[in-house]
Nanobody, 124 residues
Framework: VQLQASGGGLVQPGGSLRLSCAASERTSSNYGMAWFRQAPGKDREFVAAIRWANGAIYYAQPVKGRFTASKDNAKNTMYLQMNSLKPEDTAVYYC??????????????????WGQGTLVTVSS
C-alpha cells in the first residue's frame, strides 16, 4: 500500500486546512487509516484514526473539537479537516494505514504503511 499525503501549507492562527491521504489500494474492509504528526524536536504523536469497517473515529485530546477526520471509501482516501489552528499544531503530518485493527491505534508501531508527510505551519 502506497500512501500519498497532501494539503499542507502555511496558515494563520485560527485558520483552517484540509489534509488528504490517498491509498494506492485497499483489498479489505478490515482496514484502518490514521494521522500522526511530528513537531520540530519532538516525537511523532497520534492525531486521529478511522476504523474502516464500522466508521469509528478516534482523536487525540489536543485536537478534539477542532479536527475532523473522514473517509471516502470509493477513493480509498482519508481526510483531516483542521479548524481553529494554533501555532502548536505546526508539524509534519503523516498518514498511516494497516489491515486489521489494533487497540493500540494511538501508537505508531501499530501501523504498517506510511506516507511521506506534509508540512503544516501555523504562524502569523
Amino acid at each position: 500500500v502506497q500512501l500519498q499525503a497532501s494539503g499542507g501549507g502555511l496558515v494563520q492562527p485560527g485558520g483552517s486546512l484540509r489534509l488528504s491521504c490517498a491509498a494506492s489500494e485497499r483489498t479489505s474492509s478490515n482496514y484502518g487509516m490514521a494521522w500522526f504528526r511530528q513537531a520540530p524536536g519532538k516525537d511523532r504523536e497520534f492525531v486521529a484514526a478511522i476504523r474502516w469497517a464500522n466508521g469509528a473515529i478516534y482523536y487525540a485530546q489536543p485536537v478534539k473539537g477542532r479536527f475532523t477526520a473522514s473517509k471516502d471509501n470509493a477513493k480509498n482516501t482519508m481526510y483531516l479537516q483542521m479548524n481553529s489552528l494554533k501555532p502548536e499544531d505546526t508539524a509534519v503530518y503523516y498518514c498511516a494505514a494497516r489491515y486489521g485493527w489494533s487497540v493500540a491505534y494511538y501508537s505508531e508501531t501499530s501501523w504498517h504503511y506510511w506516507g511521506q508527510g506534509t508540512l503544516v505551519t501555523v504562524s502569523s
